[in-house]
């Protein structure tokens, strides 16, 4: 049943978020192809962020609060969408989603990677308009160079073992893979708890392909030290302790996934002695998980306002959190599971 309802999902969002929006004046598919030709390649335009408010215009001017609730494309809702879709590919064995993937991965590192007049170094727009034609955010996401790295890397391994082998993210890669190596791993740390969950998701992400494309053990060890400083700030706060209707349950919950992914890392890089060290220090921080848990999982916290105002993607992370395998790419046998997941008590 869940699988059908994952499938049923992944239309829906192609259909809603790969089409213009109904109030801005165009229509059809992102992409400019007919529907014929974009039901095959659904994501080839990119997929819309989907929010309240249509997108800036060109002649409107910024304003960094009313961005946050309008429409256009990010980077790292991309990139999260075309994990999902490989792990639908190794559920289902359905090569379509792969490519989807793929093609998604080629379309946004096309519009969102530029080279900064300043500097002369690559960057990655924070937030494209919904045509991918101009930035509306030029800032960078902190990990968002990261997060494209180990992902296209993930789906470039599985490509390479299917019959989509041919198409390529080599190149796409090699950017990333310069802009990581050009940064120091003090600039990933950070107290939020959402991005240390995400550094230990990339950390797994990078030593389950390691050495398949490149070398990635200075980038792994950069970004173990940077999420181990940044679990020494986030736990110095003890803002676990703090009352449900101050706390946001998504972001805490994300560290939780990013801890079980920590374990998962703990057997995965035996042979890449370097990291260690540096891992079992950051499994002491292992008991946060159970805590933030055991916390959301109580009928009583999950009644604030703050929880029912996001309460979607908290439900998703908390389930997550539960059975965390799904996300990352592993069960018992070292295949993404299919199993139905557990659900929080009512």
């Known amino acids: 049943m869940f699988r059908e309802l994952a499938l049923l999902l992944i239309n829906a969002v192609h259909q809603v978020l790969g089409k213009h929006r109904g109030d801005d004046g165009r229509s059809g598919w992102i992409s400019g192809l007919s529907e014929e030709e974009a039901r095959e390649h659904p994501t ?82 924070w937030k494209m308009s919904i045509d991918l034609t101009r930035p509306l955010v030029f800032g960078e996401g902190q990990h968002d160079a990261l997060d494209g790295l180990s ?70 060890d950069a970004v173990l030290e940077a999420a181990y400083v940044s679990l020494r700030a986030f736990f110095s706060k003890n803002l ?11 972001r805490e919950l994300g560290l939780v996934i990013g801890l079980r992914a920590a374990e998962k890392l703990e057997g995965e890089a035996q042979g890449i002695s370097a990291l260690s060290q540096v891992i079992r220090r950051i499994l002491e921080f292992r008991a946060l998980a159970e805590k933030i848990l055991e916390f959301w999982l109580k009928k009583e916290n999950r009644e604030t306002l703050t929880w029912l105002k996001h309460h979607n993607i908290n439900m998703v992370m908390l389930t997550t959190s539960l059975v965390p395998e799904g996300y990352l790419g592993l069960s018992k046998e070292g295949q993404v599971s299919a199993n139905e997941p557990s659900r929080p008590s009512n």
Not at 154 to 159: D, G
Not at 170 to 194: A, G, R
Not at 240 to 250: E, K, N, Q, T, W
């Open 44 to 125: 080839i335009g990119g997929l819309r962020i989907g929010k309240r408010l249509p997108e800036r215009r060109p002649d409107e001017p910024y304003d960094p609060v009313l961005e946050w609730e309008r429409d256009g494309q990010y980077y790292h809702y991309l990139t999260k969408w075309m994990l999902a879709l490989c792990r639908v590919f190794q559920v289902t064995g359905d090569v379509k989603y792969l490519r989807w993937g793929l093609e998604l991965a080629k379309t946004a590192h096309k519009a969102f990677v530029y080279t900064s007049p300043i500097d002369k170094r690559k960057r990655i727009y």
């Open 151 to 220: 992902t296209y890397l993930e789906l470039h391994s599985i490509a390479k073992k299917s019959s989509l082998n041919a198409l390529s993210l080599e190149s796409e890669i090699h950017d990333l893979y310069e802009m990581c190596k050009e940064s120091d791993w003090s600039d990933w740390v950070t107290e939020d708890p959402l991005g240390i969950g995400e550094l230990l998701c990339i950390a797994h992400r990078l030593a389950r392909v390691h050495n398949e494309v490149l070398d990635v053990s200075s980038i792994m």
């Open 240 to 250: 676990i302790y703090a009352p449900a209707g101050s706390r946001l349950a998504f």
